[in-house]
């Protein structure tokens, strides 16, 4: 995922603490310098993520500046999607605490539809991604007013 990428770059920056529910992303950065906070709940194994209401607990005892959110899905229509709805709820919480919340995604997942909407209160304010998004998707992410990075 582009979040394991950035995670890989951030874990020898030892002024860097990254709060995670990702099994996965803390896995990654068990050798590095930067600090690795890993949030309880229950483990949903096929994505190795945690999810559920100690979780959502869990985010209440900390604070962070920026949030990096994967998705599965956007469109114009629908807006940022996910596949699951435990890891919906999830971002629901984490894009609540009032961060500079970034989605961060390839361009494969613009202009596809999953089933659990991830920001039904337009509190992303940011998107990163590949050069090869669409031009029309791009165009409607802008026009809602989100900060558009492509990269590459």
Known sequence: SANALLARELA???QVTVITVSHYIAHLLRDGDCTVVLLGGQLQKGSESLVGPLTRRSLDWVYFSKAFIGIDGYTP???FTSRD????DIVHAVLAKGADNIVLSDASKFG??????LDPDGMIVRVITDAGIDSGLARALRERGLTLDLIG
């Open 112 to 117: 596809q539809l999953a089933p659990n909407p």
């Open 12 to 14: 020898n920056r030892s």
């Open 77 to 79: 229509q629908s807006g």
């Open 85 to 88: 709805m435990m890891r919906a």
